[in-house]
């Protein structure tokens, strides 16, 4: 639900009662929502029209977008082509030889931990490992795992609440960056999440795309918005056919190369 005309942070933060203690959320249009989109609210066409390139701030002025999972079409053409798609992503290469180390700690909730039982702290970072490749590759960003931590995540939140629950019960444990993993049943059809240009993301167990979607979710930390080109793995929607890959032109969506900005944020963090 959203509210027509614009309002200052002052007036945002004297809002109560929505439901969504992170909100209201001013998006990139200047209207007030009192609580974020819900992918089940719009036909998909709609959606991707009208919400999947906006950009959301919430009352404490962090900024995120929403990164919505496939639809049954998109599903069947993905296919297996991510497995593929991972054979060619190289180790090492151009920009490897300067490496950006980043030290990760990885929350996962219970649900996570249920789901993978014993192994969720191998599986989580050979996801990890498989989102840092090409980001290794092209520009030297190492994600190396330093730091596990567990957490119980709310049943009724946002997605972005989830974020905020990882990084209450976990924070960065000592490292320099948090990638929290949850599969918690969050309405809404967000697959993940990240404030853009901070050092926390959150990726949700969804099919076996986990890896594209911690990639996905790193470029916004390394601060790439939605692209509108198919191609490139920071499209709004989970992109296997894309993993590996950030696009090297102009796009009208985001108004970024992708390249280009990794190549200049490489050492944010």
């Known amino acids: 639900m959203f509210i027509a005309g614009t309002l200052s ?133 190492n994600f190396i795992v330093g730091a596990y931590c567990t957490w119980d995540s709310n049943d009724a939140a946002s997605i972005n609440g989830l974020l905020d629950e990882a990084y209450a019960e976990c924070g960065y444990g000592g490292q320099e960056y948090m990638a929290a993993f949850s599969n918690d049943p969050t309405s809404g059809g967000a697959v993940g999440i990240a404030y853009i240009g901070w050092p926390r993301q959150l990726t949700k167990r969804y099919l076996s795309y986990e890896n594209v979607i911690c990639q996905h979710e790193a470029g916004h930390t390394y601060t790439c918005y939605h692209c509108c080109i198919s191609s490139c793995v920071m499209q709004p929607t989970v992109a296997p056919n894309a993993f590996g890959n950030f696009h090297n032109s102009s796009d009208g969506c985001s108004g970024q190369n992708h390249r280009t900005v990794m190549s200049n944020q490489r050492n944010r963090y």
């Open 9 to 141: 942070f002052l007036t945002l933060s004297l809002l109560s009662g929505n439901g969504d203690p992170n909100g209201p959320y001013v998006d990139s249009q200047g209207r007030i929502w009192k609580t974020l989109p819900q992918l089940e609210d719009y036909d998909v066409a709609v959606w991707d029209a009208e919400v999947a390139t906006d950009v959301y701030t919430d009352r404490n002025g962090r900024r995120f977008q929403i990164c919505r999972q496939m639809t049954p079409e998109e599903e069947a053409a993905a296919g297996g082509a991510q497995g593929f798609l991972e054979q060619l992503q190289p180790d090492s290469g151009p920009g490897a030889g300067i490496r950006a180390t980043v030290y990760v700690n990885c929350p996962g909730d219970e649900e996570y931990r249920s789901y993978f039982g014993s192994s969720w702290q191998s599986h989580i970072n050979t996801v990890v490992e498989s989102a840092d490749n090409s980001l290794y590759s092209n520009w030297g960003i």
